[in-house]
T-cell receptor
Framework: ETGVTQTPRHLVMGMTNKKSLKCEQH?????MYWYKQSAKKPLELMFV???????ENNSVPSRFSPECPNSSHLFLHLHTLQPEDSALYLC???????????????FGSGTRLTVV | GENVEQHPSTLSVQEGDSAVIKCTYS??????FPWYKQELGKGPQLIID?????GEKKDQRIAVTLNKTAKHFSLHITETQPEDSAVYFC????????????FGTGTRLTVIP
């Protein structure tokens, strides 16, 4: 198991449901990220948090709502999703999130989301 | 923004042979280039990285080369083993203020015993 833990591992939800994805890191990192991984597409950056403040929202639809209550926890709240939102959602953390920073990410194992 | 292209999308090699994966990037200001390995059911894991002030870096059977003039970088795996079978992603740092990485589309490497 890596230093970044994501729950649940699998989630099936209807289009009218509300659910949340959870990410937790115990690496002492101060930046956390949400990525979406779809088949045959590059990893898509969704949100970036640095020191618990959102520094990037990469034009993500409002049906995805992130929350970062502290530097160790990150949530992604989901509501009224569409079938095309089905994907693997990956959380990552890094040591720094400053301009020009070059710290490698540590990824979690992801949540496999299926919207029916 | 940064655009990273990765080739090939699939690669099969015989055990013991070498494997090479190539990536190009568009933003000349990018200065950090990590490589990730993703095994089935797991998240990507950092295997090697290189910074723009270095042309080559090696770690046992894995090496990465960077050509900043041509804006391309490559992953080289020598003496491949079945456990090297996975999806490999290259990435390049962005310039959008945070520590953003832009990823290639991935290469599925299969090492045939």
């Amino acid at each position: 198991e890596t230093g970044v833990t994501q729950t649940p591992r699998h989630l099936v939800m209807g289009m009218t449901n509300k659910k949340s994805l959870k990410c937790e890191q115990h690496l002492g990192h101060n930046a956390m990220y949400w990525y979406k991984q779809s088949a045959k597409k590059p990893l898509e950056l969704m949100f970036v948090y640095s020191l618990e403040e959102r520094v990037e929202n990469n034009s993500v639809p409002s049906r995805f709502s992130p929350e970062c209550p502290n530097s160790s926890h990150l949530f992604l709240h989901l509501h009224t999703l569409q079938p095309e939102d089905s994907a693997l959602y990956l959380c990552a953390s890094s040591q720094g999130a400053v301009q020009g920073g070059d710290y490698g990410y540590t990824f979690g194992s992801g949540t496999r989301l299926t919207v029916v | 923004g940064e655009n990273v292209e990765q080739h090939p999308s699939t690669l099969s090699v015989q055990e013991g042979d070498s494997a090479v994966i190539k990536c190009t990037y568009s933003d000349s200001a990018s200065n950090y280039f990590p490589w990730y390995k993703q095994e089935l059911g797991k998240g990507p894991q950092l295997i090697i990285d290189i910074r723009s002030n270095v042309g080559e870096k090696k770690d046992q059977r894995i090496a990465v080369t960077l050509n900043k003039t041509a804006k391309h970088f490559s992953l080289h795996i020598t003496e491949t083993q079945p456990e090297d079978s996975a999806v490999y992603f290259c990435a390049a740092s962005g310039q959008t203020g945070a520590n953003n990485l832009f990823f290639g589309t991935g290469t599925r490497l299969t090492v045939i015993p």
